[in-house]
């Protein structure tokens, strides 16, 4: 009898551990890395990948308004420079905005930009 009392405990400890897990996976705590471009990509991939089906869109939503919103942010010194110049700055820019930050940050993120850009 005592036996199967501890593999009750055992068999409830083992749910509250995996109920943690899951707990930990839906809220995640995946942050954007903005180090470098190949980080950016890879890290928005396990970010995109931890979300919930509901999530995903908005998320890639969000990470398409961030990365182009440098682009009215540029001095037109820069713009003249080239396209390729130019990009790298947007880029650049980009990837420090989303630097650790989660999902949800990054699309409120988005929303702010979006209004900025309305307000003007």
Same mark, same amino acid.
């Given at each position: 009898?005592?036996?199967?009392?501890?593999?009750?405990?055992?068999?409830?400890?083992?749910?509250?551990?995996?109920?943690?897990?899951? @707990?930990?996976?839906?809220?995640?705590?995946?942050?954007?890395?903005?180090?470098?471009?190949?980080? @950016?990509?890879?890290?928005?991939?396990?970010?995109?990948?931890? @979300?919930?089906?509901?999530? +995903?869109?908005?998320?890639?939503?969000?990470?398409?308004?961030?990365?182009?919103?440098?682009?009215?942010?540029?001095?037109?010194?820069?713009?003249?420079?080239?396209?390729?110049?130019?990009? +790298?700055?947007?880029?650049?820019?980009?990837?420090?905005?989303?630097?650790?930050?989660?999902?949800?940050?990054?699309?409120?993120?988005?929303?702010? @930009?979006?209004?900025?850009?309305?307000?003007?």
């Amino acid at each position: 009898m005592s036996m199967l009392n501890e593999f009750r405990g055992l068999g409830a400890a083992l749910s509250c551990v995996a109920f943690a897990v899951a @707990l930990a996976a839906c809220g995640d705590g995946t942050k954007l890395d903005g180090s470098s471009e190949q980080a @950016l990509r890879k890290s928005a991939q396990k970010v995109m990948e931890s @979300l919930p089906e509901d999530k +995903k869109g908005k998320f890639g939503d969000a990470m398409h308004v961030i990365m182009n919103a440098g682009v009215g942010e540029l001095p037109a010194a820069t713009l003249n420079q080239g396209t390729v110049e130019a990009l +790298k700055e947007v880029q650049k820019r980009a990837r420090e905005r989303l630097d650790g930050k989660t999902a949800d940050e990054a699309i409120a993120l988005a929303e702010e @930009l979006k209004k900025k850009v309305s307000m003007q």
